[in-house]
């Protein structure tokens, strides 16, 4: 999906990795040589400078003033949203605050509790096989165990933990289950919602070392709800009389000081259909570049609930996501904050703190 990142020194000298640099976070280090889990932002200083970094949110409060250069209002008739492009950069549209605070908690629910759940394929798979009800342990303080004991025979057979058990090499269970003198290889299901900072993936499967769409591994349709709104919001990037078909979608989720860099997203038949990208959870800096790495990139916020639609000449551009911030007021999500307030929701609360989700939909054919 990713276009392969340029390599050793040349790519160090574009335009497109020195804004990288510029807005990234970096970990200083600790006093014992090991990085600290807080940064700080190239440049030093409080928050960085951040003064080049478009926000559309404060053109859209602004009204009907006049608008930076080379930014336009981009309203198609029939779509009831405020739309922004710029006149440089033909085929992407912002869509600032396109979810309401609701609609935003939903999806971060759906991301973390249905989206991993197989035949969906996850960064997790791999290595674990697949894992049922991730969320579920991890609200429940479980632990992912082998399911293979020293004896060799499987653990749920011995410990008759059956109705945990899944198929493939691991199984969920209470940290008492596991026998005294017993060092199975293991991991809390906490610490496994912690290591989705990649990616699952809906729909169609992509498969990463081949970098194409495998129809033959099983999967299930996009979610109905999660296609209706991605066709809805597609409107404005859509040819005239055309509607958006979603078949496939990549949720990335990233933690604190995680990055996502300069790549674009080639691997579609038809490129006049939008990449339908959902931002959820902490704010970020988004770098939207040119067709090639020496074009010097424009950054811009994105917020919870924003929408970014990359259409046709877009879909060549190289873009990324340098940097998230998760330092106190930075994060923009005090509305999240207030929606899940309910003890069932206090992991996801905790984990949305400093974490962000990205939804991409897209139609492969």
């Known amino acids: 999906m990713y276009a392969e990142t340029e390599p050793g020194a040349a790519a160090e000298r574009t335009a497109f990795r020195r ?8 970990k200083p280090p600790s006093r014992k040589g090991r990085s ?5 932002p190239a440049g030093g200083g409080g928050g960085g400078d951040l003064s080049a970094v478009v926000d559309f949110h404060a053109l859209l409060a602004a009204g009907g003033g006049e608008l930076p250069a080379g930014i336009r209002r ?13 006149l440089d950069r033909p085929g992407f549209y912002f869509i600032p605050g ?23 394929r ?29 004896s060799g025979k499987p653990r749920d057979e011995q410990n008759n933990v059956g109705e945990n058990a899944h198929p493939g090499k ?4 209470d940290g008492s289950e596991i026998q005294k ?11 496994l919602v912690r290591k989705l900072r990649r990616w699952s993936t809906l729909g169609l499967q992509f498969d990463w070392s081949k970098r194409n769409y495998d129809v033959s591994l099983p999967h299930n349709k996009i979610p109905d709800d999660l296609a209706a709104l991605a066709k809805k919001m597609a409107v404005p990037a859509m040819p005239f009389g055309e509607e958006f078909a979603a078949e496939a979608a990549i949720v990335n989720y990233y933690g604190p000081s995680d990055m996502l860099g300069g790549h674009v997203d080639d691997m579609e038949a038809d490129w006049t259909k939008p990449i339908v990208s959902i931002s959820l959870g902490c704010k970020c800096i988004f770098l939207l570049g040119g067709k090639t790495r020496d074009e010097a990139p424009t950054p ?6 924003d929408i970014v639609l990359m259409a046709g000449e877009a879909r060549e551009r190289f873009h990324g996501v340098p940097r998230i911030f998760t330092e106190g007021d930075q994060q923009d999500i005090s509305g999240l904050v207030s929606e899940l307030s309910d003890d069932d929701d206090r992991f996801i609360l905790d984990y949305i703190h400093n974490s962000r989700i990205n939804i991409n939909i897209r139609q492969v054919y």
């Open 300 to 305: 811009m916020f994105l917020r919870s609930g």
């Open 122 to 150: 996850t960064n997790l798979t791999a290595t674990y096989g697949p894992i049922f009800d991730l969320l579920i342990a991890a609200k429940n303080q479980k632990i992912l165990v082998e399911v293979e004991s020293s």
């Open 170 to 173: 691991f199984n969920f269970v």
């Open 98 to 120: 396109a979810l309401s605070t609701e609609e935003q908690c939903y999806w971060i629910r759906e991301s973390l509790k249905t989206f991993p759940q197989p035949p969906n």
């Open 181 to 191: 003198g017993e060092r199975p290889k293991s991991t809390t299901a906490a610490a």
């Open 36 to 40: 600290n889990s807080r940064g700080k």
């Open 19 to 26: 804004a990288e640099k510029q807005y990234k976070l970096y």
């Open 74 to 86: 981009c309203d198609r008739a029939g779509f009831h949203l405020p739309v922004f492009c710029f």
